[in-house]
């Protein structure tokens, strides 16, 4: 059983940072991790994705270039950087693990999933 707890969502105002953790209890070495936001009335879409080994990311066009996600396997820990931050960034932000590589950029393709952090950008 894997559990997932996110952490470092805030306030921020337009063109700031944040740093989203999720750290995990039992075993994510061998796991995809994922990291997907929902705004309030939409739905839950993908934001980026890393490979076990941190060798593969993708990332939703919105976010290229301004977010970053990887992995510190000694801590069980996986991390989203999000750069110059737009108020339309703002969403609860979920973490979620794949035992998969089939289709990680859909939300069906992951077992385990966070409650989730908000991020709130101001402009």
């Known amino acids: 059983q894997v559990q997932l707890v996110e952490s470092g969502g805030g306030l921020v105002q337009a063109g700031g940072s944040l740093r989203l953790s999720c750290a995990a209890s039992g075993r994510i070495s061998r796991s995809a991790m994922g990291w997907f936001r929902q705004a309030p009335g939409k739905e839950r879409d993908f934001v980026a994705v890393i490979n076990w080994s941190g060798t593969n990311t993708y990332y939703a066009d919105s976010v290229k270039g301004r977010f970053t996600i990887y992995r510190d396997s000694a801590k069980n820990t996986v991390y989203l950087q999000m750069n110059s931050l737009k108020p339309e960034d703002a969403a609860v932000y979920y973490c979620?693990?794949?035992?998969?590589?089939?289709?990680?950029?859909?939300?069906?393709?992951?077992?385990?999933w966070g409650h989730g952090t908000q991020v709130t950008v101001s402009s």
């Open positions: 979620a693990a794949s035992t998969s590589w089939s289709s990680p950029l859909m939300k069906l393709d992951y077992d385990y």
